[in-house]
């Protein structure tokens, strides 16, 4: 994880350096605070004589760091103009809150909000079911129409107003769809009596409480049928969703059960017929409630039908059966709110698979936006219940909400724009009719508060705002303190444009150009482009030495190309420390007295290494004559030792350095400087084998004499035995 968080800031520096750089060219208050990261000076005395007054434009660090005391840097605010509790009053519902927000966002400033969804228990619901009449579906029929009160039945178990609604499809009236002539158009199930001429969609009966009413319907509709496999489904979904009013949509959570056991056209499938028109998305039903525009506009497209579904808040559940699952899985992928249902050949589990399906898509709360300007980036962070937090996403997410738990998403905002006036868009949670009405104005215009005509400022010749100066007709500069009448003359103009020239100007270097090529010259005043300044705009603060990579070596302030140090600095790059305290030693010695303290770190004398130079290279070699010197004369080593102090020690202290006449070890002391020996002198390697030999001689003679008195003793017993 380190490097990551390295990651981060390093990006975090680059942004920084970058919106810098960003800043440094805007000489207008609103144009710099329309740049992320970026504020505006607009103190009056802020700038220098000839200062571009896009000077004033910087990080809101940097300006504070050049003592600007008046920084004018927008700050994204949040106003909830709206919030009702949540409650699941009959009539006066309230599942989502708040309900209308106000953002005012600085660009490249993130704002974030609290939305909270609660599953309330009760919710009205408008269920409309919609059946394929193709003769496949004789069976099906017969049973929907025993089933309204079982379907009404199981919803109220989740609900207390349940309303019910019934219209059917099946192919569009026209060849090749359906047969065309005479008795087969009229009559398209070949001789069964109980059928109707095919039709593309009819809407039977608008959503009701009166589930009796919704049986004598459905027992009125006869089968039909037509000539290919697929089906005008499509066409049907979508003056579902369109025709609000003839439905009777209500505030409700609205459902649309489509029931059918083969697949259905899609946008193309027209041209069979000759018809290449679009589908218009409008509300095409006639007094009878029959689609009129089935030959004149083409199939919906599937991406067509699932707007609009989402537009209107409406879930729908496909029942298909087992055969044709698979293709109207990858059609419900395509759809928001929206599953499928395995039905039963003859329809008996439409009453199960109901309840299951608007379980699964009531407790999956989905929230997202509509309508979002370009410009405008919105994610979410959810926490479902106790769940875990989730991590930013484009849509707000929870899945198995139950009845009743709360569930709460974090969303963000941020705006890259700037707009020309304020924007309203929603939030809503997918199929539920409750949104929340955010209104977003972007922070791109600075309310200085400091208009001031004829400002002294501007030497009473101009319009003081935002701390620059609008010049009177006639007038112009950084105070208005040119007369632009004479720019009109020739030697006027030459004569101000020489005062725009350095005095030390050479034919070689940039000097040699108005305002050293980094400005324009403005009656005889140079205006300096970027991170230029002095009259000549010769100087810039970025060109000093560095050290570490950082101007100045970040101890200082780069000022006209040269580094002006913090205190305790020194040094062209003010690298070098004043400081002494890293060098020192005990006793108040800098460097144990073996070297010289520079920028505060100890620079060691030749043969002396070490923090603090308290370490000899190569002690026993450098020392080896003083030590043989005191090991033989002692007294008499003052020439060879020089000064050092000497101590003759036991054969047992622990030596580093070694000699066949002496043992010795050698010590710096840090208080005075002082190199301290220690030695310990040895017998010569002569005297110590002639001492062996004797030693092993004696034995030798000692075991011999040992063992003749031992003979002798036995011998002499022997004898008297």
Known sequence: MLWLHFFEALLILCGVQGAEGKCESHSTCSACVSKVGCAWCKQKDFLLPGEDSSHRCGTEERLRMKNCSEVMSPSSSLHTVRDEPLRDEPGRMVQLRPQEIHLKLRLGVPQRFNVVFRRAEGYPIDLYYLMDLSF????????????????????????????????CFVEKDIDPYIGVTGEVRRMPCRGTTACQPAFSFRHVLPLTEDVAEFRRRAERELISSNLDNPEAGLDAVMQVAVCQDQIGWGNAARIVIYTSDDVFHLAGDGR??????????????????????????????????????????????????????????????????????????????????????????????????????????????????????????????????????????????????????????????????????VTVDTLCDCACNDTEPSSPQCGGKGTLNCGICSCDVGHMGQRCECDSDALEHRDGMMELERQCFSPNATTTSTSSQPCSGHGSCLCGQCLCRGHFRGQYCQCEDHSCHRHNNLICGGNG??????????????????????????????????????????????????????????????????????????????EKCERTCGGMKATKVNESAAFLCFDEKVHYNIKVDQADGHVHILYAPQAGKMSAVYLLICTASGGVVLIGVVVIIICKILIEISSFS
């Open 136 to 167: 496949s579906m004789r069976d099906d029929l017969q049973n929907v129409r025993k089933l309204g009160h079982q379907i009404v039945g199981a919803l109220r178990n989740v609900s207390r107003s349940v309303r019910i609604g019934f219209g």
């Open 272 to 437: 069979l017929g000759g018809i290449v028109r679009p589908h218009d998305g409008k509300c095409h039903l006639d007094s009878k409630g029959l689609y009129d525009m089935e030959t004149h506009l083409d199939y919906p497209s599937l991406a067509h039908v699932a707007e609009v579904l989402a537009a209107n808040n409406i879930k729908l559940i496909f029942a298909v059966t087992q055969d044709h699952t698979d293709y109207y899985m990858k059609a419900s992928e395509q759809i928001p709110q929206s599953v499928v249902g395995v039905l039963e050949e003859d329809s008996s589990n439409v009453v199960q698979l109901i309840s299951k399906a608007y379980d699964d898509l009531s407790s999956k709360i989905i929230l997202e936006h509509h309508k979002v300007p370009a410009g405008i980036d919105v994610s979410y962070e959810s926490q479902c219940g106790d769940r875990e937090h989730s991590p930013k996403q484009k849509k707000g997410v929870c899945n198995n909400a139950k009845i009743n738990e709360q569930v709460s998403f974090t969303v963000t905002m941020n705006s890259f724009t700037c707009l020309s006036e304020a924007v309203t868009f929603t939030l809503g949670v997918q199929g539920q009719n409750e949104k929340v009405q």
């Open 557 to 634: 302030k780069c000022n006209c190309g040269t580094c002006e140090c913090h205190p305790n600095f020194s040094g062209p790059a003010c690298e070098c420390s004043t400081l002494t305290d890293q060098c020192h030693t005990s006793g108040g010695g800098l460097c144990s007295h073996h070297g010289q303290c520079q920028c505060n770190t100890c620079q060691c004398h030749p043969g002396y290494y070490g923090e603090r130079c308290s370490q000899v290279r190569d002690p026993c070699v450098k020392f080896r004559p003083c030590a043989l010197c005191l090991a033989t004369k002692e």
